[in-house]
């Protein structure tokens, strides 16, 4: 529907036509949000009122040897009697894992009434500078003070390199379990050199450069030919363009190979 206007300009004739606006659509949309709105409300209050439960149950799942179980009950404590939906789990999870030995942790809802929760321990795999655990990752996570692994090798380094040697470590396990041996340390100095020590044998010297294809070397050529003589030698030198020396316990004397 529009309005017609006649207007008289001199001795013309001008004739505007104006639409009117469609009002009962603008209506229409308020309406329906208004009523959309009102549907999300109300279901909000009714999760708050009826379904938001409070926590009842609390179901530890997983076994843990070193994490303190005093203290994850008393954070466990208070999750009980909080809503099911209003818990806020993020929460709860980073509270557990501030504690020693947790490595990780898992929370999830079991309706109606329960949460899940699962621990993960820290799994210590080296010692770091004689004062720190390494877990698997090669991260440090606690002190070592008041605890005891004299199965664990040590590793030493400059502050920072703790995963740089780390990861030698880790790769170096494959070699040492073929070769039937057990490492006793190893290190880094300030100027990259790597030393490593294996428990009643040699300690090798590897230098600051070509260290994965001076290991290959060492384990494919050096330790088959030495595996009956490692307790009596002293030293292995692997820092050679194209051999290595030996030196031994008893005489002192070095022994000079090429390959």
């Given at each position: 529907m529009a309005n017609i206007i006649l207007i008289l300009n001199g001795n013309r004739l001008v004739i505007n036509i104006i639409k009117k606006r469609k009002k009962s659509y603008n209506l229409r949309w308020l309406i329906n949000s208004s009523l959309v709105t009102i549907?999300?409300?109300?279901?909000?209050?009714?999760?708050?009122?009826?379904?938001?439960?409070?926590?009842?149950?609390?179901?530890?799942?997983?076994?843990?040897?070193?994490?303190?179980?005093?203290?994850?009950?008393?954070?466990?404590?208070?999750?009980?009697?909080?809503?099911?939906?209003?818990?806020?789990?993020?929460?709860?999870?980073?509270?557990?894992?501030?504690?020693?030995?947790?490595?990780?942790?898992?929370?999830?809802?079991?309706?109606?009434?329960?949460?899940?929760?699962?621990?993960?321990?820290?799994?210590?795999?080296?010692i770091w500078n004689n004062d720190s655990l390494l877990n698997s990752r090669g991260e440090i996570f606690l002190s070592r003070k008041n605890y005891n692994f004299p199965e664990l090798p040590n590793l030493f380094g400059p502050n920072g390199s703790e995963l740089k040697i780390a990861k030698k470590y880790f790769e170096l396990k494959d070699f040492l379990e073929k070769a039937n041996l057990d490492l006793e340390f190893i290190s880094i100095d300030e100027r990259s050199s790597w030393i490593i020590s294996f428990n009643g044998g040699p300690k090798i010297r590897l230098g600051r450069k070509d260290i994965d294809s001076r290991t290959i070397r060492l384990f494919d050529l050096v330790i088959p030919n030495f595996k009956n003589d490692l307790s009596r030698i002293s030293y292995i030198d692997m820092r050679y363009e194209s051999g290595f020396s030996v030196g031994w316990e008893s005489t002192q004397v070095n022994h000079l190979a090429k390959f």
């Open positions: 549907l999300i409300v109300s279901i909000f209050l009714f999760s708050k009122i009826f379904v938001d439960t409070p926590i009842q149950k609390l179901e530890l799942v997983g076994v843990f040897q070193r994490v303190n179980p005093i203290q994850v009950e008393e954070i466990f404590s208070q999750a009980l009697g909080k809503g099911f939906f209003s818990i806020e789990i993020r929460s709860l999870e980073k509270d557990l894992e501030k504690l020693n030995w947790v490595d990780n942790v898992e929370i999830a809802r079991r309706w109606p009434n329960k949460i899940s929760v699962r621990i993960y321990e820290q799994v210590p795999s080296a």
